[in-house]
């Protein structure tokens, strides 16, 4: 291809404003002075380490508590008896008003 045909498709993606040499060359560093200025003021070295997380919120350091594993076994225990309250509930829907009622009855024969 000729370098006309290429620079005219290509035209329409390079404004011209930023296709310019001025634009591209390097110039003064003065629009880079806040800049510098700023990473001047960072700290520098190694950071410390921290820990961070549940671990680092709870149990380490000078708040520490064991409130959250309390929280933790409580919270499992009332899932698992809600569950449980749940299951006896409706298995009296699941097997049938007539296998509670057989069994009602069948228990007071017993007696």
């Given amino acids: 291809m000729h370098a006309s045909l290429v620079r005219r498709q290509l035209g329409g993606l390079v404004p011209p404003k930023i296709a310019t040499p001025k634009s591209v060359s390097g110039g003064s560093g003065a629009g880079l002075s806040p800049l510098v200025n700023f990473y001047s003021k960072l700290p520098k070295g190694a950071t410390t380490s921290s820990t961070g997380g549940i671990k680092g919120r709870f149990f380490a350091g000078s708040n520490a508590s064991g409130v959250p594993l309390v929280a933790l076994i409580v919270g499992i225990f009332g899932?698992?008896?809600?569950?449980?309250?749940?299951?006896?509930?409706?298995?009296f829907w699941i097997q049938g008003p007539f296998f509670f009622f057989v069994g009602f009855f069948s228990g007071l024969s017993v007696l």
């Fill in 79 to 91: 899932l698992g008896y809600t569950l449980d309250y749940n299951s006896e509930c409706f298995s």
